[in-house]
């Protein structure tokens, strides 16, 4: 069966006995290293984010990343921040009117603790 937790319990070949299907995970024991070379070597074209220095793409904000990433693509992309705070704002309203106590009175306010978490 597949174990989709985490990659070190991951095989080159495996079975999954739900799906009846065998799959096969061709690079699973590559590093960032020889993904980069197979990217290099056969000019396959990617995202000059990555040559910007960043490792994660694709989720502006991400709580996965650190308070200083975040903050740095907020203002690289603020249209991001605006419909971030736009999004908690609703939220917080959502809350106030089902009568919820909270810490927030506005979506900057969330937005704030969300920086600071």
């Known amino acids: 069966m597949l174990n ?3 990659e070190e319990s991951r095989k080159m070949v495996e079975q999954c006995y739900k799906l009846s299907k065998t799959v ?7 590093d960032d290293g020889d993904v980069w070379e197979f990217i290099h ?3 396959i074209p990617y995202c000059k984010l990555y040559d910007e220095g960043f490792k994660r793409l ?3 904000g991400c709580p996965m990343t650190t308070k200083e990433k975040r903050q740095k ?3 690289r992309w603020p249209k ?15 809350m106030h009117e089902r009568g919820r106590t ?3 009175e506005t979506g900057m306010d969330m937005f704030e603790w969300w920086m600071n978490r």
């Open 4 to 6: 989709n937790d985490n």
């Open 24 to 30: 096969i995970n061709p690079i699973i024991d590559w």
């Open 41 to 43: 070597e056969y000019e």
């Open 58 to 60: 694709g989720c502006i």
């Open 73 to 75: 693509e907020f203002d």
């Open 80 to 94: 991001f921040k605006e419909m971030y705070i736009k999004a908690f704002e609703k939220s917080v309203n959502k």
């Open 102 to 104: 909270t810490d927030w």
